[in-house]
Every structure is written in structure tokens, then in C-alpha cells.
């Protein structure tokens, strides 16, 4: 799978409400630009669209700060690979819904830091949702 380069850098800071600050801010700049729901046109589906609000639905839902805080770190570089991206994702059905097929995307901030990129496509309507934005993680092995 190749990795998308993106020229931007992952928002910077450590307190929720710095990051949630800068990142929504830029959701609200997408928002301004549609009077219905906010979307971003994507090159690897051919300029169809990709609607962002099931990120922000998903995101309130977390419980946990530190994941949504490293959300929302990704989303400026998450919006620049749909955007741009044209490398093929990793694509299967979604086990917990069949109606659905999910796509993961891989992508790397100027950084160098590796993320991914998850849209759910229905398949009936053929709409396409940005679900989450997270950072890959090493996995340590365990002792022997």
C-alpha cells in the first residue's frame, strides 16, 4: 500500500481545548462553504464528495481525551489526502454493518508521523462519510 505525503504538519499543542480550538476552526471554514452538509471533494473517488460530519458525531462520543485529542491533531493532514490522494486504500465490508464498505487510507504528515485515514461508503446510496483520523502506533512486543 503506498503512502500518501502530505504537505501539511499535525496541529501542535497537548490541552483538548488549544487543539479543538484550531482544528474545528477549520471545519467551520469547510462549513462556510456549503449551506447543507460540509464536504470536502476527494480525487481518488473521482471529485465526489465526502461529507465530515459523522467525524465530529463520532469524535463527541469518545470518552476518552487523549484519543480525541490525537483525532484532531490529524484532521488538517486528513483533509489534504482526500483531497489529493490518489493511491489505492485498503478496502473491505464493514463486518459489523454489510451495507456498508469502508476504505483506509494511509497518509504521512511533513513530520514523518504515519495516519490513516477511515471513510465508510454506503452501498445502496453510495455516499462516503469520514468516520475517524488516527495516528499509526507501533505495537511492542511482548516479554518473553
Same mark, same amino acid.
Given at each position: 500500500?503506498?503512502?500518501?505525503?502530505?504537505?501539511?504538519?499535525?496541529?501542535?499543542?497537548?490541552?483538548?481545548?488549544?487543539?479543538?480550538?484550531?482544528?474545528?476552526?477549520?471545519?467551520?471554514?469547510?462549513?462556510?462553504?456549503?449551506?447543507?452538509?460540509?464536504?470536502?471533494?476527494?480525487?481518488?473517488?473521482?471529485?465526489?464528495?465526502?461529507?465530515?460530519?459523522?467525524?465530529?458525531?463520532?469524535?463527541?462520543?469518545?470518552?476518552?481525551?487523549?484519543?480525541?485529542?490525537?483525532?484532531?491533531?490529524? %484532521? $488538517?493532514?486528513? +483533509?489534504?489526502?482526500?483531497?489529493? =490522494?490518489?493511491?489505492?486504500?485498503?478496502?473491505?465490508?464493514? &463486518?459489523?454493518? @454489510?451495507?456498508?464498505?469502508?476504505?483506509?487510507?494511509?497518509?504521512?504528515?511533513?513530520?514523518?508521523?504515519? %495516519? $490513516?485515514?477511515? +471513510?465508510?461508503?454506503?452501498?445502496? =446510496?453510495?455516499?462516503?462519510?469520514?468516520?475517524?483520523?488516527? &495516528?499509526?502506533? @507501533?505495537?511492542?512486543?511482548?516479554?518473553?
Amino acid at each position: 500500500m503506498k503512502i500518501y505525503k502530505a504537505k501539511t504538519k499535525k496541529l501542535t499543542g497537548t490541552d483538548y481545548r488549544e487543539v479543538y480550538k484550531k482544528s474545528f476552526g477549520f471545519y467551520r471554514v469547510i462549513c462556510s462553504r456549503t449551506k447543507r452538509r460540509p464536504y470536502v471533494r476527494s480525487s481518488y473517488f473521482n471529485k465526489e464528495k465526502v461529507f465530515l460530519e459523522l467525524f465530529w458525531h463520532h469524535l463527541r462520543d469518545k470518552k476518552n481525551h487523549r484519543d480525541k485529542v490525537r483525532w484532531m491533531k490529524y %484532521f $488538517y493532514c486528513a +483533509i489534504e489526502l482526500i483531497q489529493n =490522494s490518489r493511491f489505492d486504500p485498503i478496502t473491505k465490508d464493514n &463486518p459489523n454493518d @454489510k451495507s456498508e464498505i469502508l476504505h483506509r487510507f494511509s497518509g504521512e504528515t511533513r513530520d514523518g508521523d504515519t %495516519f $490513516y485515514v477511515q +471513510i465508510k461508503e454506503e452501498k445502496r =446510496s453510495g455516499r462516503k462519510w469520514l468516520i475517524s483520523v488516527f &495516528p499509526f502506533e @507501533k505495537r511492542k512486543r511482548a516479554p518473553r
